[in-house]
């Protein structure tokens, strides 16, 4: 495997269900993300990881947890979403935190029922 | 006011026509331009990168970066139809954070 790769694809989920969501990155970057992308809007970066550390949060709601347990793996745990939480949810890693040059996985498709 | 523009498209032209796609942003601290190309059912990837005012070529890409009317432009020349996309600006700044314009979709017919 090369780049960054996510999975699922594609997730259909009831809002009492809980799943994650799972990237991961073979390009050895130190730095990850978590956006949402819905459609006519622009990309939302919800969280950033530099290290293994959660270094922004952009004021998104509870029921999105990530978790970083080594530089190359990235989750975003989801419970009781709404369906307006619908989106393809993208990861993307750059060599640092510093480095606007990213390199983002295929998407996670959600759909929230 | 949003911090990047991006003209909204969509885009249609013919194959072999020169494609021009264009953002204007607001904040000058603003110093690292890109462009990622985002085909349907993909994510991102990313095309065209710069951190000066002029031009950069690749092939037949061309990303146009003017700091001081904060205005760039992607340029496709013998534009064909594996160029149509959905093309999206970002602009960044020095801690690393970048901000991406709404896209602009472009099909490019035989």
């Known amino acids: 495997e090369t780049g960054v790769t996510q999975t699922p694809r594609h997730l259909v989920m009831g809002m009492t269900n809980k799943k994650s969501l799972k990237c991961e990155q073979h390009?050895?970057?130190?730095?990850m993300y978590w956006y949402k992308q819905s459609a006519k809007k622009p990309l939302e970066l919800m969280f950033v990881y530099s290290l293994e550390e959660r270094v922004e949060n952009n004021s998104v709601p509870s029921r999105f947890s990530p978790e970083c347990p080594n530089s190359s793996h990235l989750f975003l745990h989801l419970h009781t979403l709404q369906p307006e939480d619908s989106a393809l949810y993208l990861c993307a890693s750059s060599q640092d935190l510093r480095d606007n040059e990213q390199y983002f996985g295929p998407g996670t498709r959600l759909t929230v029922t | 006011q949003k911090e990047v523009e991006q003209d909204p498209g969509p885009l249609s032209v013919p194959e072999g026509a020169i494609v021009s796609l264009n953002c204007t942003y607001s904040n000058s601290a603003f110093q690292y331009f890109m462009w990622y190309r985002q085909y349907s059912r993909k994510g991102p990837e990313l095309l065209m990168y710069?951190?000066?005012?002029g031009n950069k070529e690749d092939g037949r890409f061309t990303a146009q970066v003017d700091k001081s009317s904060k205005y760039i432009s992607l340029f496709i020349r013998d534009s064909q139809p594996s160029d149509s996309a959905t093309y999206l600006c970002?602009?960044?700044?020095?801690?690393?954070?970048?901000?991406f314009g709404d896209g602009t979709t472009l099909t490019v017919k035989p």
């Open positions: 390009l050895g970057h130190n730095a």
């Open positions: 970002a602009i960044g700044d020095n801690a690393g954070k970048s901000t």
């Open positions: 710069t951190y000066s005012s």
